[in-house]
Nanobody, 120 residues
């Protein structure tokens, strides 16, 4: 599965962004999808996940502000980010098919280019 992230940018504190993750052929293998982020000097961390039953998990730092969703027809995963804070600034990545399916899991994989989010 090839994944291409987009939608990042520079926003002011309190602003919103919607990230997209376009995948080739993930509609049939979508038992777990997730967003991750990595800030300079920090380890990559899980942000949000969604499984095949639409169960979601969010990092405590983003609960109530971020929403993960998917459109299987468009083979696209989304991350709606509202009330953005400076600490949300990071490179954001998506990943598929990892277990266990929650934000505590950071897959050992070759990551894509990601999309940069900067909040100031």
């Amino acid at each position: 599965v090839q994944l291409v992230e987009s939608g990042g940018g520079s926003v002011q504190v309190g602003g919103s962004l919607r990230l997209s993750c376009k995948a080739s052929g993930f509609g049939h293998v979508n038992f777990c999808l997730g967003w991750f982020r990595q800030a300079p000097g920090k380890e990559r961390e899980g942000v949000a996940t969604v499984d095949q039953d639409e169960n979601t998990d969010y990092a405590d730092s983003v609960k109530g502000r971020f929403n993960i969703s998917k459109d299987n027809d468009k083979n696209t995963l989304y991350l709606q980010m509202d009330s953005l804070k400076p600490e949300d600034s990071a490179m954001y990545y998506c990943a598929t098919n990892f277990v266990p399916c929650h934000t505590g899991t950071v897959p050992d994989k070759k990551w894509g280019q990601g999309t940069q989010v900067t909040v100031s």
